[in-house]
């Protein structure tokens, strides 16, 4: 299991990516996106007409792991996005969504097979002064020490460039 965590636009996906495809010949990419709006609807599309071919797409926002992935190697992306489906859908109850995540990669991650999670470091910024973005914030940054705890490597990725964490 890989973590690969960075700031946005920092070149995550693409390292991500890269060593899905450098492992196997038809990777699964399961992307956990909400359309929030239109924009972001925009933003998916390009990211689908990216992707090659040689991609098993999945788009799973929340049970990832009602997904058979025996055998697979498995590029999950993002963490961040799946992490704000919980956050949302349980009222920016940290504690309840910390939980559910919890329990859900624990069940996706039970499967044999290789995972390569991208997530967002966003707690390296300054404390925002609204109140649901410090709770996110908080989430976050727990759920990527739980991740981070589980894997077997770690990267951390700043403006294109790969630092091995663990």
């Not at 973590?3 to 693409?14: E, N, P, V």
């Not at 097979?113 to 390296?124: L, V, W, Y």
Request: hydrophobic fraction near 40%; charged fraction near 25%; include cysteine.
């Amino acid at each position: 299991m890989t973590l690969i965590t960075g700031g946005q636009r920092s070149g995550k996906s693409g390292y991500g990516q890269r060593m899905a495809l450098a492992e196997s010949a038809n990777p699964v990419y399961l992307a956990t996106s909400r359309v929030w709006d239109e924009e972001h609807r925009r933003r998916i599309e390009r990211h689908r007409a990216e992707r090659g071919a040689e991609w098993i797409n999945i788009e799973e926002e929340k049970s990832l792991s009602r997904h058979e992935l025996t055998g697979k190697t498995v590029l999950v992306d993002c963490v961040t996005l799946w992490a704000t489906n919980y956050f949302f859908d349980l009222e920016a109850d940290v504690e309840a969504s910390l939980a559910q995540l919890k329990e859900e990669f624990l069940r996706l991650t039970a499967q044999d097979a290789r995972f390569i999670f991208i997530t967002n470091e966003i707690g390296m910024g300054e404390m925002s002064s609204n109140d649901i973005q410090r709770k996110f914030a908080d989430l976050q940054g727990w759920l990527n020490q739980f991740i981070a705890g589980a894997a077997d490597e770690v990267f951390l990725i700043v403006s294109g460039l790969t630092v091995r964490v663990k």
